[in-house]
Antibody
Framework: QVQLVQSGAEVKKPGASVKVSCKAS????????IHWVRQAPGQGLEWMGW????????NYAQNFQGRLTMTRDTSISTAYMELSRLTSDDTAVYYCARAPPEDKPSYWGPGTLVTVSS | QSALTQPASVSGSPGQSITISCTGT?????????VSWYQQHPGKAPRLMIY???KRPSGISNRFSGSKSGNTASLIISGLQAEDAADYYCCSYAGSSTWVFGGGTKLTVL
């Protein structure tokens, strides 16, 4: 069965970077995109971007241009989301979600809480 | 991109039907069939309920349906049940391989 396992909660200081992983199993990793979506406490969902694990190609939301990097390691079926220059506004649960190519997020991981605090 | 506009909350009694709207622009909701809806219970990950406007993934009850008119998409839940109480989010393709979510709607089953 399809599974997305995300890395554990993180606490970071303002100005630091965070890297969250998303390990896929139960399907062909390179056959589906991985989207990243975040949710600040008590707030709605915010689309961040996607990575095509097959080619490594990415597309980021304009709000994150310049400080967001998505990568993947196909040998271990894992996608990564790295966000730099963190501020308190980046405190959120970060979700990875599988999607057919050029399609909406369909199957979601459990989320990773990232807390930014001095 | 600006978030799609959803009502903050809706409510209904068991057995009733409710509709949640999702308003965008001709650059997102109005321009594509790729509108989806997600259900999220507290502390849980979102779950896909409707895609391409009115299609249901396997395992989703036919009490859930979707529609679209112009720049507004709608999620309709009929025969409300207690377990339908959750937050609901719409999501639309917004061109250039980007996606945008709505602000979310809290559904209360009275």
């Amino acid at each position: 069965q399809v599974q997305l396992v995300q890395s554990g909660a993180e606490v970071k200081k303002p100005g630091a970077s965070v890297k969250v992983s998303c390990k896929a199993s139960g399907y062909t990793f390179t056959g589906y995109y991985i989207h990243w979506v975040r949710q600040a406490p008590g707030q709605g969902l915010e689309w961040m971007g996607w990575i095509n694990p097959n080619s490594g190609g990415t597309n980021y939301a304009q709000n994150f241009q310049g400080r967001l990097t998505m990568t993947r390691d196909t040998s271990i079926s894992t996608a990564y989301m790295e966000l730099s220059r963190l501020t308190s506004d980046d405190t959120a649960v970060y979700y990875c979600a599988r999607a057919p190519p050029e399609d909406k997020p369909s199957y979601w991981g459990p989320g990773t809480l990232v807390t930014v605090s001095s | 991109q600006s978030a799609l506009t959803q009502p903050a909350s809706v409510s209904g009694s068991p057995g009733q039907s409710i509709t949640i709207s999702c308003t965008g622009t001709s650059s997102d909701v109005g321009g594509y069939i790729l509108v989806s809806w997600y259900q999220q219970h507290p502390g849980k990950a979102p779950r896909l309920m409707i895609y391409e406007g009115n299609k249901r993934p396997s395992g989703i009850s036919n009490r859930f349906s979707g529609s679209k008119s112009g720049n507004t998409a709608s999620l309709i839940i009929s025969g409300l049940q207690a377990e339908d109480a959750a937050d609901y989010y719409c999501c639309s393709y917004a061109g250039s391989s980007t996606w945008v979510f709505g602000g979310g709607t809290k559904l209360t089953v009275l």
